[in-house]
């Protein structure tokens, strides 16, 4: 069995590098993108420390957050066309209507 | 041992697909990146012994939300990049 | 409330009423809406004189009528006290309102003034100020009605708004009436804070809880007597203020802007009786004070003699009778603060009904030379208006003390009461002293003042040819004639003291003998709170002797020097022999002037530098903090970008700190 | 096809370090904790099979309880209707007459112009449809006060778009 420090930095890796994706990107795909790569970081997670303390639990909530995230996707599909709809692009800095 | 070392190698096939995620410049080409990243985590699945999560994650991941993502690039590319940079990447094409 | 006195609160809204019906449906009733007041007042002169004859019948009231508020310490309430001395006050208020209505139509509605109904709402709603003011029988009351009275004052004064003269007056009388009633308030919180009550007659009045605190209690750090003294002074105030006393006396030569019978109810009856029926009223009160006495009385007999010689270089007929209105109030003023209450409510009821015949008999004369007043312009109307003349002669020789007018019984009351406290009171004696002079003074303006008018060869053609004036105006003036002429009769005290007859029948009726009384409020018992020891000369009766005879002769050589001096078809304007004298007393010794100077040399700066200090230093302190406020905010929203990456950095550097921070303090990082 | 390349990060690089900073303190934290008390499911234990059994009532098969699975999948599967429903609505053009392309092309874009294709496309069906409402509801006055010479309402629809 692998020390269940690798798996808690890899997910902390993966978690940093979606994040970094969000931080730096401005395209609305590449925002879903990353998210998911966050949802996976965060899912690692837990289906780690459900091996390392001996309950399902947390397969059961990776199962969740699969599924949840799937739905996430699909929102944000509809949300990403909605959006090239009405501004003609999917650069999240165009839309700026919430702004003082 | 050959344990540590099969982490090692997904975990580093893992970590450098994400960073291509996010890196690279076509969404096109992060969506396959993407592709590679979710099915390298759902290998480190299967190792804590998380099998069935790791069969979901292949079919809703890259099954589902895959061809979601590249829906959305094909619908949305058009006029993503700037059409100097744009010009015979087939960004423009694939719509 | 029982029997009569059931309809006493008719008597003050009688008045109210007709303000009522006068401000809302005048424009059509005849007459311009003078019918209703005449009725009300009238109404009230017939129950006042009911009022009256209960009181004569033994019968007072006491009594609460409304409960304004009241809390655990104190009540505020509105009640009716009617005792001989406000049964006398009634009677006389009604009477000269009622007079000064009925004179009105000739005045007013004869000579086509526009505005009548809101000058008729304006007599209605003074009456009923008046009216209610005499029947309050409790200090806040008192005060809301004085109020009232100043506000209407200042309706009345500048009726002719359209002028430039009315509207300055009536701001001027309103301003200065105010200066004193500022402290006139500060007074009536003082008392309520300290006694917690205001009433002025029963067990639970404040004239009853100070006189019980004396000597055993302080208040707010001070004796009790120095805290009646400096209350009663502050109270004193408003007094000074409403009845024109020095310094506060500037506004009422130049009230004279109003209408003429507004002039006479204004002097005679409302306004600047207020201000002396008040101590009356509270008497009691400034009786448990030496001192408050002894300035009522100084500033009383110094008025007296500061009015009067202004008096008499004055060429307008109604400045003239301004200033004597001053001077008599000192007289009253000097009566009360020597502990003569009894002449100095004497010399109030008798001056309220000649000071009424001199206006409404001035103001016949101003009709008839179609509203000319100069004096100098008069003369010779003594054959063409009789009625007038006489009467008004009537009035100026009451005026001026002569004998057997009202006038000189009231005023040698005052002058006696003076004297025999003065004999062992300096103070006292130099206030006598100046009100001793004034009489020459008084008989030798009015004098002139008629001579003036009525004497001699026309001096102009108006003059020649006087304006007829109406029946109404010439019955007010019959009637206050034949009252200034045996008005005296209500009080012979002098007459009792020589020949031992029983005629003093004001000082019965105000001590309550054979009339009704309420405790505490007769003659007698204050009598026996002031302090003032009584000296004689010669015994009582060579006193009275010696003090009749100083006032009427100073009277006699002042009235005798005028009569001559101002003879002849062409009197000579002797005054101006005077010199600068003269121009010192036309200017009225430059009182308005310096007042004028404290108002804008001292008080203006002082309002500038504490505007200034307003505006920078607090309003900088505030504005400083909005400015901060909206300069930080107008920064800070930079940070909404609208950009949700911005958002998402800020939240990771946030969770960073604080991951950060508790890390530390739990030692995660190890 | 071309090679890929990568996206330049000169202007936003500084909010990206903020995340390599967030991964420095999770490195940090994750090396100074002690992960002690390692306890795994036992061997030869098959989840996947559990939760077969799990969905046919073995019970007594069964190993472990994953009787907890079962309900995350009803939960998903109603999750993932709903947001399928939800990016439908979202999707679905919201009359006959809204157009295809981007309303606000007029804003600061980035856009190419091969989209007038598309333009025009969805102008004439909109306007064809607007001549078509026109003619069933109102029927004359209105086109025939309004243009007396024009014709037919059709060419009125045109126009407008």
């Not at chain 1, 909605?82 to 650069?91: A, C, E, K, P, S």
């Not at chain 2, 190698?9 to 590679?36: E, I, N, Q």
């Not at chain 3, 006479?264 to 009786?287: C, E, K, P, S």
């Not at chain 4, 109102?138 to 243009?147: F, I």
Request: overall charge negative; some cysteine.
């Amino acid at each position: 069995m692998m020390a269940i420090e690798g798996y808690v930095l890899l997910s902390a890796g993966l978690f940093c590098i979606g994040l970094f994706g969000i931080l730096t990107r401005r395209n609305a795909l590449m925002f879903l993108m990353a998210v998911e790569l966050m949802v996976n970081a965060a899912v690692i997670n837990l289906v780690a420390f459900a091996l390392y303390h001996g309950t399902l639990t947390g397969q059961v909530f990776g199962l969740f957050v699969l599924g949840l995230a799937a739905a996430e996707v699909a929102i944000g599909l509809g949300i990403i066309l909605v959006l090239y709809r009405n501004f003609g692009t999917i650069d999240v800095s165009v839309p700026t209507t919430m702004r003082w | 041992m050959m344990e540590t070392a099969a982490f090692a190698l997904f975990a580093a096939v893992t970590l450098t697909s994400a960073a291509g995620v996010v890196l690279f410049r076509d969404p096109w080409h992060s969506a396959l990146m993407l592709g590679v990243s979710l099915l390298s985590v759902a290998v480190h699945y299967v190792m804590l012994t998380a099998e069935f999560l790791a069969v979901i994650q292949v079919l809703v991941y890259v099954g589902g939300v895959l061809v979601l993502i590249s829906f959305a690039v094909m619908l949305t590319q058009a006029g993503e990049t700037p059409p100097e940079t744009a010009t015979g990447d087939g960004e423009v094409t694939g719509r | 409330m029982e029997g009569l006195f059931t309809f006493a609160p008719a008597i003050v809204l009688f008045p109210l009423v007709a303000f009522a019906i006068t401000l809302l449906v005048g424009r059509y009733l005849p007459l311009g809406g003078a019918i209703p007041g005449i009725v009300a007042t009238g109404g009230s002169l017939a129950l006042s004189l009911v009022m009256a004859a209960a009181v004569a019948g033994g019968e007072t009231t006491n009594e609460l009528v409304y409960t304004w508020f009241e809390t655990p310490e104190i009540t505020f309430h509105f009640g009716l006290l009617i005792d001989p001395l406000s049964a006398a006050m009634l009677v006389v208020v009604s009477l000269i309102a009622f007079l000064v209505h009925v004179f009105s139509l000739s005045y007013m509605n004869a000579e086509g003034e526009t505005g009548l109904p809101r000058y008729y709402a304006g007599l209605g709603l003074f009456t009923f100020s008046m009216l209610a003011f005499v029947v309050a029988d409790n200090l806040l009351m008192s005060f809301v009605f004085f109020e009232l009275v100043g506000l209407c004052s200042f309706l009345l004064i500048g009726f002719w708004y359209r002028t430039k003269s009315a509207p300055s007056a009536a701001k001027k009388a309103f301003l200065v009436t105010r200066f004193g009633d500022f402290f006139f308030l500060i007074g009536v919180v003082a008392i309520a804070a300290s006694y917690g009550t205001l009433s002025f007659a029963g067990d639970a009045s404040f004239v009853t809880a100070a006189e019980s605190a004396i000597d055993s209690e302080t208040f707010f750090g001070f004796d009790a007597d120095t805290w009646v003294t400096i209350t009663g002074l502050l109270v004193l105030g408003g007094v000074i203020g409403k009845s024109a006393q020095f310094p506060l006396h500037t506004w009422l030569p130049d009230a004279m802007e109003g209408p003429t019978p507004v002039s006479a109810l204004i002097h005679a009856a409302t306004m600047v009786a207020a201000g002396v029926y008040l101590v009356a009223r509270m008497f009691g009160y400034y009786a448990l004070s030496p001192t408050a006495l002894a300035v009522i009385a100084f500033v009383g007999g110094f008025t007296a003699l500061f009015a009067a010689t202004m008096g008499c270089v004055k060429d307008d007929v109604k400045q003239v009778l301004a200033y004597s209105t001053i001077s008599q109030y000192g007289y009253m003023m000097l009566a009360m603060g020597v502990g003569g209450y009894v002449a100095g409510v004497f010399h109030l009821l008798n001056h309220a009904v000649f000071k009424a015949l001199l206006f409404l008999g001035a103001g016949a004369v101003i009709i008839a030379m179609h509203h000319e007043q100069d004096m100098w312009k008069m003369g010779g109307l003594k054959e063409q208006m009789p009625v007038t003349y006489y009467s008004f002669l009537a009035g100026s020789l009451a005026l001026a003390g002569i004998i057997p007018f009202s006038g000189f019984w009231s005023k040698d009351e005052v002058l006696y009461d003076a004297l025999i406290v003065g004999l062992s009171e300096p103070l006292i004696l130099a206030a006598y002293a100046m009100a001793l002079l004034a009489v020459f003074f008084t008989g030798f303006y009015t004098i002139r003042m008629v001579r003036l008018t009525f004497h001699g060869e026309p001096r102009s053609e108006a003059a020649e040819s006087p304006h007829a004036i109406g029946l109404p105006a010439k019955i007010p003036l019959a009637v206050l004639g034949v009252l200034a002429l045996v008005g005296g009769a209500m009080n012979l005290k002098p007459l009792e003291e020589l020949a031992g007859l029983e005629v003093a029948f004001l000082e019965r009726w105000l001590d309550g003998q054979g009339v009704g009384s309420v405790d505490g409020l007769t003659y007698h018992a204050y009598s026996e709170t002031v302090h003032y020891g009584h000296e004689y000369i010669g015994g009582p009766e060579g006193t009275v002797i010696l003090s009749a005879a100083l006032s009427l002769g100073l009277a006699l050589a002042g009235a005798g020097l005028a009569w001559t001096l101002y003879s002849g078809p062409e009197p000579t304007r002797h005054t101006e022999r005077l010199g600068s004298l003269r121009d010192l007393a036309v200017a009225n010794y430059y009182q308005d002037e310096y007042q004028v100077w404290l108002a804008r040399g001292l008080t203006l700066p002082l309002a500038r530098a504490s505007d200034r200090f307003d505006q920078t230093a607090i309003d900088g302190v505030v504005d400083g903090v909005g400015s901060v406020s909206r300069f930080g905010g107008e920064r800070l929203r930079r940070l909404q970008t609208g950009q949700v990456t911005d958002y998402a950095a800020l939240v990771i550097l946030g969770v960073l700190a604080l991951l950060v921070v508790l890390g530390i303090n739990g030692g995660w990082f190890l | 096809m071309s090679r890929p390349r990568l996206v330049s990060l000169s202007s936003r690089l500084v909010p990206g370090l903020l995340a390599i900073a967030l991964f420095g303190v999770f490195a940090a934290v994750v090396v100074g904790t002690d992960f002690a008390g390692y306890v795994g499911f036992p061997d030869e234990l098959s989840v996947t099979a559990e939760i077969g059994y799990a969905l046919f009532d073995f019970t007594e098969l069964q190993e472990t309880n994953t009787e907890s699975f079962l309900v995350s999948f009803l939960l998903i599967a109603v999750v993932l209707d709903a947001a399928l429903d939800a990016s439908l609505v979202l999707a679905t053009r919201e009359g006959p007459d809204e157009s295809v392309r981007p309303s606000a092309f007029d804003g600061p874009s980035t856009r190419s112009t091969d989209d007038t294709e598309a333009n025009g496309t969805a102008a004439t069906d909109g306007g064809a449809v607007d001549g078509a409402t026109k003619i069933d509801g109102e029927p004359a006055s209105e086109a025939e006060t309004a243009s007396p010479t024009a014709g037919d309402a059709t060419t009125d629809g045109g126009d407008g778009a």
